[in-house]
């Protein structure tokens, strides 16, 4: 009996309490929470990065791309030898990759 009379007088202590612990476990661990924040910052990091790779790449092809279309002789020259293994027999090939 004692108890419930307790908790009646301090009922807005509890509340408070359990209203304090609901918004520090949500702000740590929460869908919106501390972790949840830093981790979609080093997703974002990572995704920067990729977005930098794939934008050096598409340059890359759209530079190959202008070279064959503008029939550069020395880009279409280089191109048929590497994939066709061409040369002729006083050449010597090195390789170097």
Request: hydrophobic share 40%.
């Amino acid at each position: 009996m004692r108890l419930i009379e307790s908790l009646k007088k301090k009922k807005f202590i509890l509340l408070n309490i359990f209203l304090t612990l609901y918004i520090g476990i949500n702000l740590i661990g929460g869908e919106r929470g501390l972790i949840s924040y830093f981790d979609k910052k080093k997703l974002f990091h990572e995704l920067e990065i990729d977005e930098k790779i794939l934008t050096d790449k598409l340059q890359d092809l759209e530079k190959k791309i202008s070279l064959v279309k503008n029939n550069d002789l020395d880009y279409l020259d280089m191109l048929y030898r590497e994939k066709f293994r061409y040369g002729t027999k006083d050449e010597i090939i090195i390789k170097l990759k």
